[in-house]
């Protein structure tokens, strides 16, 4: 069993940068892969990256390639995700998400525990 706690949403201009942790509860943190998804109103959730429970591969949607970077701190229990270059299209909650499916890595189907969400609002 694992509880994901994310943290660091706020207000931003574009440009700006925000970085979000996700603090995990659970002895096991440390062998799941650890996934960001988005919600922006009226749409559905949509992945954003994953990092492996190794910490040694990650990937991203191509609407974030290059601005966006998650790392994770097994030893803390915690995964970060680093904004840079906000827009406003960016704008949406974002949760964090821990499971096993590899194969599933980049749908809300691989993952087992989910946050309850923080808001990021981007103002142009």
């Known amino acids: 069993q694992v509880q994901l706690v994310e943290s660091g949403g706020g207000l931003v201009q574009a440009g700006g940068s925000l970085r979000l942790s996700c603090a995990a509860s659970?002895?096991?943190?440390?062998?799941?892969?650890l996934g960001w998804f988005r919600q922006a109103p009226e749409k559905e959730r949509e992945f954003v990256g994953v990092?492996?429970?190794?910490?040694?591969?990650?990937d991203y949607a191509e609407s974030v390639k290059g601005r966006f970077t998650i790392s994770r701190d097994n030893a803390k229990n915690t995964v970060y995700l680093q904004m840079n270059r906000l827009k406003p299209e960016d704008t949406a909650v974002y949760y964090c998400?821990?499971?096993?499916?590899?194969?599933?890595?980049?749908?809300?189907?691989?993952?087992?525990?989910w946050g309850q969400g923080t808001q990021v609002t981007v103002s142009s």
């Open positions: 990092i492996t429970w190794s910490g040694d591969s990650t």
């Open positions: 998400a821990a499971g096993y499916k590899s194969g599933s890595y980049s749908t809300r189907y691989g993952y087992d525990y």
């Open positions: 659970g002895r096991t943190f440390s062998s799941y892969m």
